[in-house]
């Protein structure tokens, strides 16, 4: 598999797979379009918040990756979120997404790598086990404007 940055040019099916993640079970509720075209603009102009990739396999593109940095105290600095991570349900299954993960964990250094699921989502928290994620209870909020 190929992981590259996300160019002008796959903003068609960028915008279709992040329509399709967000229509899914993996995640609570949809999102407006327009915050994925704007986050599109953003990784385009080179945002220090993150960062999109596009997975490529055989010439095709078979899914995607959203990252967003932030810093912590707790941690001693960089943290990584794992924001998104979406394969197109015809190439689920071939290690992918492992794929990604292992790329991120070599090629992006951080003091601490962060990403979330829904508790139905098995699959998924199957393979963040697999890379020594662990699990915590958290509570979390969030205030939207």
């Known amino acids: ?15 279709e797979m992040a329509k399709d993640f967000y229509s899914s079970p993996a995640v609570l509720e ?4 327009e915050n994925i075209t704007s986050s599109f603009e953003l990784f385009l102009a080179g945002t220090p918040y993150g960062d999109a990739f596009i997975f490529e396999s055989e010439g095709q593109t078979v899914g995607y990756g959203v990252l ?6 707790e941690a001693g600095g960089k943290v990584i979120w794992l924001e998104e991570i979406y394969i197109k349900e015809e190439y689920r ?8 993960i292992d790329f991120v964990l070599t090629e992006i ?10 508790p139905e989502n098995e699959k998924a928290a199957a ?3 697999r890379h020594g994620f662990e699990h915590f209870e ?3 909020y969030r ?3």
């Open 68 to 73: 967003a940095y932030t810093h912590s105290q």
């Open 127 to 129: 393979l963040y086990r």
């Open 30 to 33: 949809n999102i407006p379009e």
């Open 93 to 100: 299954g071939r290690g992918f997404g492992s794929q990604f």
């Open 109 to 118: 250094p951080a003091k601490r790598y962060r990403l979330e699921t829904e």
């Open 138 to 140: 958290y509570i979390n």
């Open 1 to 15: 598999m190929t992981i590259r940055k996300i160019t002008k040019n796959d903003k068609q099916i960028y915008t």
């Open 143 to 145: 205030l939207d404007r």
